[in-house]
Nanobody, 115 residues
Framework: QVQLVESGGGLVQPGGSLRLSCAAS????????MGWYRQAPGMQRELVAT???????DYADSVKGRFTISRDNAKNTLSLQMNSLKPDDTAVYFC?????????WGQGTQVTVSS
């Protein structure tokens, strides 16, 4: 069992940046895949970015070139650097460890992009 706690969300103007962090209560090294997902009001949860243990990353087309996912296995943290934010990025962002089917989820952190 592992608990995930996200932080770093907030209100930012279009074009701004935020850095989300996810702290795990235990070792994340055992999880071959970790990721960030988001859910906007009235929408289904969608994949934002994933990273595997070896460091390979994958991104949704909508965030490529703007977002960067990273993991620190020594500190048991997952991060998401978000640049050039758009109003369409407004959502609750969730940290995931172990995949979307049977993995673990954090409680989410709200990101609002608005002028």
């Amino acid at each position: 069992q592992v608990q995930l706690v996200e932080s770093g969300g907030g209100l930012v103007q279009p074009g701004g940046s935020l850095r989300l962090s996810c702290a795990a209560s235990g070792s994340i090294y055992k999880f071959s895949i970790m990721g960030w997902y988001r859910q906007a009001p009235g929408m289904q949860r969608e994949l934002v970015a994933t990273i595997i243990r070896g460091g390979r990353t994958d991104y949704a087309d909508s965030v490529k070139g703007r977002f960067t996912i990273s993991r620190d296995n020594a500190k048991n943290t997952l991060s998401l650097q978000m640049n050039s934010l758009k109003p369409d990025d407004t959502a609750v962002y969730f940290c995931n460890a172990g995949g979307s089917i049977s993995g673990y989820w954090g409680q989410g952190t709200q990101v609002t992009v608005s002028s």
